[in-house]
């Protein structure tokens, strides 16, 4: 096993054509004409080499949903997908409201190794909205957590909110704001307009969205505190969001693959893999999120990556449980949706899916881009690739995904996460090799 | 016909036919003899997740007058509580050999899950779907409107001119879908009546005129007044204050009744909740069509079953 890759004539984001060398888990060199004694060459010609992907959003599952998906599964279906750091959100069985439940995910993603793991802690006792977990406990654990979220379920009550948000203050922490007004959704099904009027499916409508972030934007700007909002999906949430970056609000945002290529007219199908919260919206609203994501309004995309076993999908549409695997599919969807449209361009793509999902993180180890000296987190994409996606293509436990059957463009080659490979040749490498390379490179560190 | 999953897919022409069809079987239903051969061997399960006597029976006794053997199958409460999925459940009655599998589900799409799963290659028949369809019981209302307008020479006609007032809860009503689309097909104009808070928030595709007053609405003479049943429930949401107001400004009151040209067809799926929605004399005037809306459903029901069960069953 090689310690040392040699990726040549790879272009970078900004096009600048360039071999790129990682040594000891680190970008080494960059520069054209580069050799590196003992390598493993990895002919990129033609494809892009982006800065490790990471995604701010992910559903792990374990412990408690090992059904579902697991660390090891996840942070697999992570690394086919060209990421290389996945934030796990703490709705698992025991929620991760505590030091100890981070620090186990934070540990099994050590041991898989696929992925740098960073668990996301729970807003509130057991999501339960009522009162505040141990947020210090989490922040000074080994986890180091600064993202909370209840995602899942919103934070509603306005007191509890504004709390959470003063109180992440002192360690530089974020609320992440799962934003769905309860009232307003109970029982919905699917985005409430012209589709839920004829199929006679409770409606999910905008307003629920849209008055959550408005409220929490003016909270955060009370306390003056720094806010995340979860899974963007409407054109109005976009038009509250850019009023309050204008003000000056520290608000960031997300939007998920998924809602920046498909629309409602799918759930006419009555096909449960359409079936995610916040539920597919009208195209307008595709649309719009596409235009907040390339003007900045939308600050990143991040998958939601909701793997759920078959039986939860394979059944009529008011049994079937929310959520879409996103984590294999995820650059191809970004490619088809805004960057073939020109929306975006694959700087923009760095930024939306590596370098600005790590600053909202606060981690430091992901997202300082194709420099030399950073940790060798590298993506290797081929743009040209177009595939059938299918089973074959995702590597999580999950199969909910909606693309089955649809044609994605590009494909991911490699994955170099702390400079050792997780994928080569569009292949996952072994699970005992990974987690191999990735205990000699803890051991490296001490 | 493959499957009879709502009115929304059906055309002119096949919605005439399908009344056609009624037509001969209601004559049957003249003989001494009720009974005919035609579905002899094949087997029609009922299978219904949700309380429904008046539908079932009317599948069972259609079913039977056709010399179908008849299986009910009642699984109360939705399948996840009860433990067996919906895939499980069908599954089921493909090994048992089921040929149509006639279904009531609380779940809108239910039906057309069942349809396009692969699960089971039985005729799927859409008995009610959560707040989506319920194409029987809209083809059983065209088929009794056409009736009263033209008698004996309804075979092969539509609805061209007539105006149809539905009056009611909308929003959760699977009746008035149906019947905004079939009637519309027809060629009817539809008008439909109901609090704002009972009709769904976007209605711009629906091919009707959405009316808040019913009496501006009955002032139009309508050829036809249906009346929806109401849950008296919803006001707990908030729908509406109570039921004294409902019936105030949305129910069919003696006062409403008599104010009606005498030849209008008054109209209720049933079950009624006389003195809410519908008033007595209402429900019991010469210009209810409320028995026989149950005895052309018998008709309408075999008529289905005929088209699904005999000749080819392309799609």
């Given at each position: 096993m090689t310690n040392t890759y040699l990726i040549s004539g790879a272009a970078l984001p900004d096009g600048t054509r360039t071999d790129i060398v990682l040594r000891d888990g680190v970008l080494a060199e960059l520069g054209t004409g580069l050799s590196a004694a003992g390598a493993q060459r990895i002919d990129a010609d033609g494809l892009v080499a982006l800065p490790g992907l990471v995604d701010l959003h992910t559903h792990l599952r374990e412990p408690g949903y090992e059904q579902s998906e697991t660390v090891l599964t996840g942070t697999q279906a992570a690394a086919a997908g060209g990421f290389t750091a996945v934030f796990a959100m703490a709705n698992t069985s025991p929620v991760a409201d505590t030091a100890g439940v981070v620090e186990q995910e934070l540990s099994l993603g050590e041991q898989a190794g696929y992925a740098t793991v960073q668990p996301i802690g729970a807003v509130t006792v057991g999501l339960a909205g009522e009162q505040l977990a141990e947020l210090g406990a989490m922040a000074s654990s080994r986890a180091r957590v600064r993202v909370f979220s209840d995602d899942g379920a919103c934070v509603w009550d306005p007191v509890l909110m504004r709390r959470a948000l003063e109180y992440v203050k002192s360690f530089d922490g974020v609320i992440a704001q799962h934003a769905q007004e309860p009232r307003l959704t109970v029982g919905a099904q699917m985005n409430e307009g012209a589709v839920s009027g004829e199929l006679g499916l409770t409606g999910w409508p905008a307003v629920a969205e849209e008055s959550i972030i408005a409220r929490d934007v003016l909270l955060a700007e009370h306390v003056g505190s720094s806010l995340h909002i979860c899974h963007v999906s409407t054109a109005g949430s976009v038009d509250v969001l850019r009023w309050a970056k204008a003000r000056g609000i520290r608000v960031t945002a997300e939007v998920t693959p998924h809602h920046l290529l498909l629309d409602e007219e799918l759930v006419r199908s009555f096909?449960?893999?359409?079936?995610?919260n916040p539920p597919l919206r009208r195209r307008e609203d595709v649309l719009a999120l596409r235009e907040a994501l390339a003007d900045g309004t939308i600050d990143i995309v991040a998958t939601d990556h909701a793997p759920h076993p078959v039986e939860n999908k394979d059944c009529e549409w008011d049994a079937a449980a929310n959520g879409m695997v996103g984590l294999e599919s995820a650059l191809s969807v970004v490619h088809a949706s805004v960057v073939q449209t020109g929306q975006l361009n694959w700087t923009d793509v760095a930024r939306v899916l590596s370098s600005e999902p790590a600053r909202i993180g606060r981690i430091t180890s992901h997202g300082q881009g194709l420099v030399v000296g950073a940790p060798g987190h590298v993506t290797v994409y081929d743009p040209s690739a177009s595939r059938a996606f299918g089973t074959a293509d995702l590597a999580g436990k999950g199969v909910n995904s909606p693309y089955l059957g649809r044609t994605l463009p590009g494909r991911v080659i490699a994955t170099f996460h702390s400079g050792f490979a997780t994928v080569l040749d569009g292949q996952l490498r072994p699970a005992d090799e990974v987690a191999g390379s990735a205990e000699q490179r803890m051991a490296a560190r001490v | 016909m493959r499957h009879l999953l709502s009115t929304r897919d059906l055309d002119q022409e096949s919605a005439v036919r399908l009344l056609d069809v009624a037509e001969d079987m209601a004559d049957t239903q003249q003989r001494e003899v009720k009974k005919l051969p035609t579905l002899r061997g094949k087997t029609v399960v009922n299978l219904?997740?949700?309380?429904s006597t008046r539908t079932r029976i009317s599948f069972e006794a259609a079913s039977k007058r056709l010399s179908a053997d008849v299986i009910n199958f009642s699984a109360k409460g939705s399948s996840v509580s009860k433990g067996e999925s919906l895939k499980d459940t069908a599954q089921t009655l493909q090994a048992m050999g089921a040929d149509a599998v006639v279904i009531r589900h609380p779940a809108s799409g239910a039906p057309q899950t069942l349809a396009t799963s692969g699960w089971i290659d039985a005729g799927i028949l859409n008995a009610g779907d959560g707040t989506h369809e319920h194409p029987t019981q809209a083809l059983l209302d065209a088929f009794t409107i056409r009736k009263r307008v033209h008698g004996i020479a309804s075979r092969g006609r539509n609805l061209d001119g007539l105006s149809v007032t539905i009056v009611g809860?909308?929003?959760?009503s699977r009746v008035a879908r149906s019947n905004v689309w079939l009637l519309t097909t027809l060629g009817a104009t539809v008008t439909l009546v109901a609090p704002p808070t009972l009709v769904p928030v976007d209605t711009r595709a629906w091919p009707v005129t959405i009316s808040y007053d019913l009496d501006e609405a009955l002032a139009a003479g309508p050829d036809v007044v249906m009346m929806l049943r109401i849950q008296g429930e919803r006001m707990r949401d908030a729908?509406?204050?109570n039921s004294r107001e409902y019936s105030r400004r949305w129910g069919l009151d003696d006062g409403r009744l008599h104010r009606l040209d005498p030849t209008t067809i008054v109209m209720h799926p049933g079950p009624m909740n006389r003195g809410l929605e519908i008033s007595a004399a209402a429900a019991d005037s010469p210009m209810s069509t409320v028995r026989e809306q149950v005895t052309n459903g018998v008709s309408v029901r075999m008529a289905a079953l005929y088209l699904l069960l005999s000749g080819d069953r392309e799609n």
């Open positions: 096909d449960a893999r359409y079936k995610v | 219904f997740f949700e309380d809860d909308i929003l959760h729908f509406f204050p």
